[in-house]
């Protein structure tokens, strides 16, 4: 383990010790160097990125957001993106790592949240576009 991911780590468990406020499910917010105005929240998985709020291929694939800690711009309503009983609705604009190009990832992505919602790792509500 390198020093950057040690420092990393600590100040993590230093950020997460003196959040109690925040719900148990939530991780601190370490998205450093993040735009001004967004959202920093944790995603698992390689969430497929589109030009429109809707899953599938024929949505015009932009890329992908790749797990792990991620900022988001905002949240819209569209259809749902289910994996057996889980489920979201919510979209959420960002911008993709594999191609930097912005994209809709579905929030059903969000490592630290349930059935349609859509908070950062702080648990504040992303707003809506």
């Not at 991911?5 to 719900?23: F, G, Y």
Request: charged residues 15%; neutral net charge; aromatic residues 14%.
């Amino acid at each position: 383990m390198n020093i950057t991911k040690i420092s990393t780590a600590l100040a993590t468990v230093a950020l997460t010790a003196t959040l109690s406020a925040a719900p148990a499910s939530a991780s601190s917010d370490s998205c450093s160097g993040r735009p001004s105005g967004t959202y920093c929240v944790t995603t698992f998985g390689s969430a497929p990125g589109y030009l429109y709020p809707a899953s599938g291929t024929d949505k015009m694939f932009q890329g992908y957001l790749y797990a792990g800690n991620n900022y988001v711009y905002c949240r819209a309503w569209g259809p749902e993106k289910r994996v057996g009983s889980d489920y979201n609705h919510y979209w959420l604009w960002t911008t993709l790592d594999s191609t930097g190009n912005n994209g809709w990832v579905s929030a059903y992505y969000l490592s630290n949240w349930g059935n349609d919602q859509a908070k950062d790792n702080s648990g504040r509500e992303i707003k809506d576009c």
